[in-house]
Antibody, heavy 119, light 110 residues
Framework: QVQLVQSGAEVKKSGASGKISCKAS????????INWVRQAPGQRLEWMGW????????IYSQKFQGRLTITRDTSATTAYMELSRLRSEDTAVYYCARWDGRIYTFDIWGQGTMVTVSS | QSVLTQPPSVSAAPGQKVTISCSGSSSNIGNNYVSWYQQLPGTAPKVLIY???KRPSGIPDRFSGSKSGTSATLGITGLQTGDEADYYC???????????FGGGTQLTVL
């Protein structure tokens, strides 16, 4: 079935970088964009950026410009999100989500990856 | 501060109806489709409504959506205890060139 499976929880030190993977299956990977959305404990969903999985083009939220890198490996049908210079405020659950441009919605979500940043 | 504004919480008794509002602006709701997502405790969000008022297959018709101008509304009828969750509206913001979400509304079924 169509699904996105993310890598496991991580604990990082302040100032370090963290990279999460999102493995897609059950559909043609390059047909749909992959977005990254995070949710700090008890907080709202926050969109971070997305990647056109076909050509690799990316758009990042202004908030994360310079710290966020989204890539993809089409042969592995996997998208990656790397956030650098981590700080305590980056402690959150990170989700990848498939954007279906035909119906303008995030129709499939990964299970989430908890990233804890400690000093 | 969220770009889209939702009430923090709503509550109603089982079997009753509830509505959740989502207020935005011309750069987001006013000119783009709205989706609604349900997030059960400890799980990832799931789309309930897309393109303002359409339901994906498998979503019961107890859930409905509407949009007027720069506001959108999610309606849930025949409330069940299993509907207790956080509900988020979401859309694209043309000024920000990115997706935006509301602050979320916690539904309690009393």
């Amino acid at each position: 079935q169509v699904q996105l499976v993310q890598s496991g929880a991580e604990v990082k030190k302040s100032g370090a970088s963290g990279k999460i993977s999102c493995k897609a299956s059950g559909y043609t990977f390059t047909t749909y964009a992959i977005n990254w959305v995070r949710q700090a404990p008890g907080q709202r969903l926050e969109w971070m950026g997305w990647i056109n999985t076909g050509n690799g083009y990316t758009i990042y939220s202004q908030k994360f410009q310079g710290r966020l890198t989204i890539t993809r490996d089409t042969s592995a049908t996997t998208a990656y999100m790397e956030l650098s210079r981590l700080r305590s405020e980056d402690t959150a659950v990170y989700y990848c989500a498939r954007w279906d441009g035909r119906i303008y919605t995030f129709d499939i979500w990964g299970q989430g990856t908890m990233v804890t940043v400690s000093s | 501060q969220s770009v889209l504004t939702q009430p923090p919480s709503v509550s109603a008794a089982p079997g009753q109806k509830v509505t959740i509002s989502c207020s935005g602006s011309s750069s987001n709701i006013g000119n783009n489709y709205v989706s609604w997502y349900q997030q059960l405790p400890g799980t990832a969000p799931k789309v309930l409504i897309y393109e303002n008022n359409k339901r994906p297959s498998g979503i019961p018709d107890r859930f409905s959506g509407s949009k007027s101008g720069t506001s959108a509304t999610l309606g849930i009828t025949g409330l069940q205890t299993g509907d207790e969750a956080d509900y988020y509206c979401g859309t694209w913001d043309s000024s920000l060139s990115g997706a935006v979400f509301g602050g979320g509304t916690q539904l309690t079924v009393l």
